[in-house]
Nanobody
Framework: VQLQASGGGLVQAGGSLRLSCTAS??????????MGWFRQAPGKEREFVAA????????YYSDSVKGRFAISRDGGRNTVVLQMNSLKAEDTAVYYC????????????????WGQGTLVTVSS
């Protein structure tokens, strides 16, 4: 399984970015799986941002992004999207997409597959 993330870049505070992550190499994603986004800022641990259950589409968010970010999936394209609005300087980080067989979890250790990361820089 390979996860390819894209869409990062430089944006001013208050702006928006859209991250995409496409899974390949294993056929369709099973409905019991889940996809998540994490981020890691310099000198900090990797933290949970958002997740979605592949089968039901139920969404989960960290408190720090709730109301500003939206996660969605396109089953036909094996793609998960993170729409980020009202970006703040503290959102600056490398963003990673990941896949878990557990449906939903916030623990990085429970995700089996990871993308390469895409850098998001928010200037204040």
């Amino acid at each position: 399984v390979q996860l390819q993330a894209s869409g990062g870049g430089l944006v001013q505070a208050g702006g928006s970015l859209r991250l995409s992550c496409t899974a390949s190499g294993s056929g369709r994603i099973f409905s019991s799986a889940g996809m998540g986004w994490f981020r890691q800022a310099p000198g900090k641990e990797r933290e949970f941002v958002a997740a979605i259950r592949w089968g039901t589409g139920r969404e989960y968010y960290s408190d720090s992004v709730k109301g500003r970010f939206a996660i969605s999936r396109d089953g036909g394209r094996n793609t998960v999207v993170l729409q980020m609005n009202s970006l703040k300087a503290e959102d600056t980080a490398v963003y990673y997409c990941a896949r878990t067989s557990k449906g939903y979890t916030t623990l990085p250790t429970e995700y089996e597959y990871w993308g390469q990361g895409t850098l998001v820089t928010v200037s204040s």
